[in-house]
């Protein structure tokens, strides 16, 4: 059983006039399952590597992040609170050639918002000033954290397309996931879908993160070998949409 889910986090880079350039990489891209009790401080870390022959002098910065549009783009913004409640070991690295290096952060509940926070660990290598144009890349690692009682979340399923005639090794089917909260609330989850497929059972596949106020699309693909009618169905809580294929 599978879940086939575009989800645009990843790496974004700016570029100055491009003659040398340099590389860089983090892990993990994402931490989702970040949850704090009232006041709880908690420690993580992310790996950053240099896979160039050069040593990179890297820069390191905290950012709280949102999603911009329903294909998932995210803006990143300083913000003082969430700089405050996430704190990292540096703020910049030297990373020997094809090196490596893990900086740890701490996540402090008392310091950051209640409830939903999307915040980034953001590395950016700075250029050799011996060099006379070069190009900066950065990278960054998704921090979502539930801090305290989390607000409630609620998606709804405002889209669900299949083909009625399906041959091959499995089933797939296209589904819109709405989040209806206010877009003014700084609130986003990753929603659980149930993927019905009767009479053959059920699965549940994790959704992408969804802010409030915002639609975004998933292709689900489910492998198998099926034959007859089927009565394809996805739901997240009282919202469901399905059809016979």
């Not at 892990?27 to 950053?48: C, R, S």
């Not at 310091?111 to 999307?118: I, S, Y």
């Not at 950016?124 to 950065?138: K, L, Y």
């Not at 089927?230 to 469901?240: D, N, P, Q, R, T």
Request: aromatic share 10%; net charge neutral; hydrophobic share 40%.
């Amino acid at each position: 059983l599978s879940m086939a889910i575009v989800l645009m986090l990843s790496v974004w880079f700016y570029t100055t006039y491009t003659v040398s350039a340099q590389s860089l990489k983090i892990a993990p891209l994402i931490y989702d399952d970040a949850t704090l009790g009232k006041g709880e401080v908690k420690k993580g870390f992310v790996d950053i590597s240099n896979p160039e022959s050069t040593k990179n002098t890297v820069a390191l910065q905290v950012k709280a992040f949102r999603q911009i549009d329903d294909e998932g783009g995210l803006e990143f913004y300083a913000s003082e609170q969430v700089a405050a409640g996430v704190k990292l070991d540096f703020d910049r690295v030297t990373l020997e050639p094809r090196g490596a290096m893990r900086v740890y952060f701490v996540l402090d509940g008392a310091k950051l918002p209640q409830g939903d926070v999307f915040a980034a660990v953001l590395a950016s290598t700075i250029p050799d000033g011996a060099a006379a144009a070069a190009q900066s890349v950065s990278v960054g690692t998704l921090l979502v954290i539930q801090n305290g009682t989390p607000p409630s979340h609620q998606a709804d399923i405002v889209g669900f397309t299949t083909s009625w005639l399906q041959i091959g090794d499995g089933l797939s089917a296209s589904m819109k996931l709405r989040n209806p909260a206010d877009p003014k609330s700084a609130t986003g989850f990753f929603p659980s879908v149930r993927v019905a497929t009767q009479p053959y059972g059920a699965t549940t596949v994790k959704g992408p993160l969804l802010f409030a106020g915002r639609t975004r699309s998933v292709e689900y693909r489910q492998n198998g070998n099926y034959f007859g009618p089927i009565y394809l169905k996805a739901s997240v809580g009282s919202s469901e949409k399905g059809q016979i294929v």
